[in-house]
């Protein structure tokens, strides 16, 4: 008989996710392609809060509350999105360049 | 405050130096009279003093400070023994002072001349009449300052203040152990007062002190004749009383021939029951057997003539210790009071011969002077006589006689050392004579046309020389220094007839060897260099402030420097490097610390 998936395999891969989203955040040099990796950082923890919903039941039924969260989370990821594409619209517009080595006038 | 003669003697001097100091600078012939009428004065006063007499007296003139039991005052001590001194420091001060009038006429620092003359009075007089050792030292010290002045007094000449430096630095190191020896007589005495010390002393049956006791007043003692070999130039601390002929010679006159170098012998005999009572008697008179036999020697191959008479000084202070070592201060205190007339005599003598050859001072640029100064010849001869104790009829005679007694009562090697030397003392004497007296003037210029002085000048030359002759007989050093003071008069015997018999050898070799001389028969390099003591001494010091400045330079480097300055420096600047690189405006340096700090707290939230 097939195993079941447990609370353990959907943290492991939320684990994993936020893990490549970190490591991309540091180590890419395109400034979109790090912002893409803190979405996914983001998204990461939005899957873990819905695994903890499903596999921590009340009274039968799942937890609502991880759910609810998860919703206002992918909220706030869309406002911030806006928010930081245009700080970094700003920022092409004066240094003309995506690659974030570039970008060193707070050095010193 | 009690205001008795000496106390005037003491604060006339002091007074007149201030008001030449305060208000008569410009006035320079003002200043010479007021400085030698307050001595001339205080001569007359010592006279009156000594002729009222009466037993030994204390007078306390203030109460300097008062501390627990202790109370250290400025009093002064009337006996026998300070009223003789005093008559001594007076009258040559009258005379020296009397015969400045002429000799520093035409010094442009006049002024300051005779108010460094009444300090020195002032000073001088203190030692005198000290009570206690703390006030002895206070006025021990003056007189180093006021020789120090007169030294320097034409002191843009560099080697008069080099000269004056050395002395006081010489003074300075005998002194050190002058104050250590004074504490530890303070301990173990319980007195500071000189005669609460004899009473003290006196009274510690000498049977029973301990080896321990007998020993710490045998240190003691030494320590407190350190400072007589600094003041009275003894070696090895001589070096600083030759140097010392870069002042006037009227200052050489009183200081270092007969007051202040005499002051260390007066202290030693003041503090004489000491040296009864510990073992430093030997140390003190072969010090003193030795100083005189090293001067005698020195001085028969110098050629100036101050210079001889600087080292007859240190030899004949030499045979003044030797006689206090050897218990006998009675013959060491008559010896002090003709030693000082008949050198103050021979150096105002040969003040007079330097003015009149016009500050010509080698002896073979002289000769002739009998003829063309006959006064100052005859004062000269006579106080020369008086030195080499030609027997009988000159001062000289008695005390140098009571001294070769002394001599060889106690030790027979001294006896032969002092012999030796006075031997030496009319070798070298009869050589500044013949050579600078007799013969022809070797040069035109100077001796050719000399002239005798001023009455000004010679009167007290006279005074002088007589005073060489008649003060040894018993009248006239008795009213003076007291009957009781004077050594006991042995009768002609072996002393009397070795004592003429070198006096004979002696001036005989240098009349035969110098008469008619142009140039220095004898030649012998290591007296005239003076031993050589003054270049070891200063390879010595070199040696000690070379090794004493790598040690400092040493730690300085390490620690002052290494630990501290660049220590702190280095430190500052490795952190900032370290913090620096935190700083480079690398977003993903940042992302990647904010990470790590992530981490961090999760793994302490865990963890509890």
Known sequence: ?108 | MTISSPAVILLLPFFSAVLILLVLKRSAGVSALVATGSALLTLVLSIGVLMKGGAAESAVLYNWSQAGGLSLDIALKNDALSRGMMIVVTGIGTLVHIFSLAYMKDDAGKARFFAGLSLFMFSMTGIVYADNFPMMFIFWELVGVSSYLLIGHWYTKASAADAAKKAFLTNRIGDFGFMIGKLVVWSMAGALMFDGMKEKVDAMDVAELSAAQISSLTIATLLVFCGTVGKSAQFPLHVWLPDAMEGPTPVSALIHAATMVAAGVYMMVRVSFLVGVSHAGEVISWIGGVTALLAALMATQQNDIKRILAYSTLSQLGYMVMAVGLGASEASMFHLFTHAWFKAGLFLGSGAVIYACHHEQDIWKMGGLSKKMPVTFATFAACTAALVAVPFVTSGWYSKEAILEAAKEKGGVLFVLAAFTALLTAFYMTRLVVVAFLGKARDEHGAGHAHEVAPVMFVPLVILAVMGVIGGFGAVAGAILGHEQLPAHGHFGVVGMVSIATLIVGAGAAFVLYRGRDRDPVNIKLFANKFYFDELYAKLIAVAQDGLATVVKVLDGLLIDGLGVRGAAGLASGAGGMLRRLQVGNIQGYAFLFGLGVLLLVFLALAK
């Open chain 1, 1 to 108: 008989m097939r195993t079941m998936v447990t609370l353990n395999d959907y943290l492991i891969a939320s684990g994993l996710l936020f893990g490549i989203g970190l490591a991309g955040v540091v180590l890419r040099r395109n400034i979109i392609v790090i912002f893409m990796c803190l979405e996914m950082m983001l998204s990461a923890a939005n899957l873990s809060l819905v695994a903890f919903s499903r596999f921590r039941p009340t009274g039968g039924l799942p937890d609502y509350d991880g759910q609810m969260l998860v919703f206002f989370i992918i909220t706030v990821a869309a406002a911030e999105v806006a928010v930081g594409l245009a700080i970094i619209v700003a920022l092409f517009r004066t240094k003309r360049t995506v690659h974030v080595e570039d970008i060193t006038s707070l050095s010193g």
